[in-house]
C-alpha cells in the first residue's frame, strides 16, 4: 500500500517563508508523479494550488511556488499572509490501477 | 464559470446504499474525466473514484473497490456515484471534482456528507 508522507502540522510568522514537503513509500518523487498541491480551511472544500509540480492554476497566488526538493515535492509559500493558515494536501498519480494518492495534510498556522 | 454541485447524501444504515449526484456546468463536461474524493470527519483527503470523459475507464480506490460504482451521463452533464454495502468508515463528506490533465483536479464542489449509522 503506497503512502504519500507530509509534514503534520508547521508555524510560520507572516512576512516569513515557509516549505511544505511531499514524499512517497515508493521512492523519490519526480515530474512523473505529477504533484498536486491544495489548500483547504475549515468548512471549505479544498481549493487546487499547484498542479504537475510547479504550475499555478489562473487562481493562484503568486507566493505559492511548486517544486523538487531532495526527492521530495514541496510548496513553498513566501511572504506569508494571515490568510494563508489551513490544511495543505499533496496529491501524488502512480498510474495503474489506483492511480492518485493524497498525503496525510500539513496543518499551517500562521502566528 | 464552472460549478459543481453534489446531492444525495445523507444518513444511511450498515449495509445500505446510496447514490449520490454531480451536476456540471460551465464546461464542457463530455470533454473531461471526473473524480470522487471523500473526507471522513476530522480526518484528510481521500480519493475514491474516477472515470474517463466517455466513462470508457473507471479507477477505485482499494478501500471502495467492488462496492462503489462510478458513472456518468453526458446528455445531462451529470457524475454519480452509486455506493453498496457502505459500512460505518464510509462516513465522509463526498466532493466531485473536474479532471485538469495532466493527472490533476483543478474544479470541486463543496460536498455532500454520507453518514453510515443505525
Known amino acids: 500500500q503506497t503512502v504519500v508522507t507530509q509534514e503534520p502540522s508547521l508555524t510560520v510568522s507572516p512576512g516569513g517563508t515557509v516549505t511544505l514537503t511531499c514524499a512517497s513509500s515508493t521512492g523519490a518523487v519526480t515530474s512523473g508523479y505529477y504533484p498536486n498541491w491544495f489548500q483547504q480551511k475549515p468548512g471549505q472544500a479544498p481549493r487546487a494550488l499547484i498542479y504537475?509540480?510547479?504550475n499555478k492554476h489562473s487562481w493562484t497566488p503568486a507566493r505559492f511556488s511548486g517544486s523538487l526538493l531532495g526527492g521530495k515535492a514541496a510548496l513553498t509559500l513566501s511572504g506569508v499572509q494571515p490568510e494563508d493558515e489551513a490544511e495543505y494536501y499533496c496529491?501524488?498519480?502512480?498510474?495503474?490501477?489506483?492511480?492518485?494518492?493524497f498525503g496525510g495534510g500539513t496543518k499551517l498556522t500562521v502566528l | 464559470q464552472v460549478q459543481l454541485v453534489e446531492s444525495g447524501g445523507g444518513v444511511v444504515q450498515p449495509g445500505g446504499s446510496l447514490r449520490l449526484s454531480c451536476a456540471a456546468s460551465?464546461?464542457?463536461?463530455?470533454?473531461?474525466?471526473m473524480h470522487w474524493v471523500r473526507q471522513a470527519p476530522g480526518k484528510g483527503l481521500e480519493w475514491v473514484a474516477f472515470?474517463?470523459?466517455?466513462?470508457?475507464?473507471?479507477y477505485y480506490a482499494d478501500s471502495v473497490k467492488g462496492r462503489f460504482t462510478i458513472s456518468r451521463d453526458n446528455s445531462k452533464n451529470t457524475l454519480y456515484l452509486q455506493m453498496n454495502s457502505l459500512r460505518a468508515e464510509d462516513t465522509a463528506v463526498y466532493y466531485c471534482a473536474k479532471d485538469h490533465r495532466p493527472a490533476a483536479m483543478n474544479y470541486w464542489g463543496q460536498g455532500t456528507l454520507v453518514t453510515v449509522s443505525s
Open positions: 472515470i474517463r470523459y466517455d466513462g470508457s475507464n473507471k
Open positions: 504537475s509540480t510547479s
Open positions: 496529491l501524488l498519480y502512480y498510474g495503474g490501477a489506483h492511480p492518485w494518492v
Open positions: 460551465g464546461f464542457t463536461f463530455s470533454s473531461y474525466g
